[in-house]
């Protein structure tokens, strides 16, 4: 089966740093992603990360530790609009290149 | 404005209505997918099209009837639903049969079953 967690809310200020986790457990791997969702909106695709290490995109940046099944995603010089829902997602190696499964979502409050 | 396109963005229905949903896409994805997402959680896989055929089904009631009638578009046609079906209902797409291709999320179709 797959199991994957994530911190339900956190808080943080603009201008600063935050790191938002992600464990998972799953029978195999292959390929994790990381989602932003602003209430009422799209989910938007943010990060692929399918090997260890760190990539990063402008202000955000994703990790992956495969042998602890472990990610993190990292937000540099927040702004108010970061402000959303944050998705884990794992790639379910057991069906289709298609199927994805989420995380319960981490949601993002920045304080002024 | 998000490159999936789903109508109506609001739909409000009885449980004895017929209504479908739509959902287009013009990025030439051959993979297609519905979602259904309750307040403060995350999308719940329903259907997964892959090149116009239904691959996955999540043992989703009878009451939702998925469509594909070509490689832009993908229905949803709803009968005799709950409310507890009350919910945001996304529609995605993605390259299919590449591994590292996301999905793309259309701003979904907020229905509300009285």
């Known amino acids: 089966g797959q199991n994957i967690d994530q911190p339900t809310e956190m808080t943080a200020t603009e201008g600063a740093i935050v790191q938002i986790n992600c464990t998972y457990q799953?029978?195999?791997?292959?390929?994790l992603f990381w989602y932003q969702q602003h209430a009422g909106e799209a989910p938007t695709f943010l990060s692929y990360n399918v090997l260890d290490g760190l990539e990063e995109k402008g202000r955000f940046s994703s990790f992956l530790s495969r042998s602890k099944g472990y990610s993190y995603l990292l937000l540099k010089e927040l702004q108010m609009k970061d402000s959303a829902s944050y998705l884990c997602?794992?790639?379910?190696?057991?069906?289709?290149?298609?199927?994805?499964?989420f995380g319960s979502g981490t949601r993002l409050s920045i304080r002024p | 404005d998000t490159e999936v396109t789903q109508t109506p963005k609001h739909l409000v229905m009885g449980m004895t209505n017929k209504k479908s949903l739509k959902c287009e896409q013009h990025?030439?994805?051959?993979?297609m997918y519905w979602y259904k997402q309750k307040a403060k959680k995350p999308p719940e896989l329903m259907f997964v099209?892959?090149?116009?055929?239904?691959?996955i089904n999540e043992s989703v009631p009878s009451r939702f009837s998925p469509e594909c009638p070509n490689s832009s578009l993908l229905n949803l046609h709803l009968h005799a639903l709950q409310p507890e079906d009350s919910a945001l209902y996304l529609c995605a797409s993605s390259q299919e049969g590449r591994g590292n291709q996301p999905q793309h999320f259309g701003d979904g179709t907020r229905l509300s079953i009285l």
């Open positions: 099209y892959s090149y116009e055929k239904l691959s």
């Open positions: 990025m030439g994805h051959r993979a």
């Open positions: 799953t029978s195999g791997f292959n390929g």
């Open positions: 997602a794992v790639r379910d190696p057991y069906s289709s290149a298609s199927k994805i499964i």
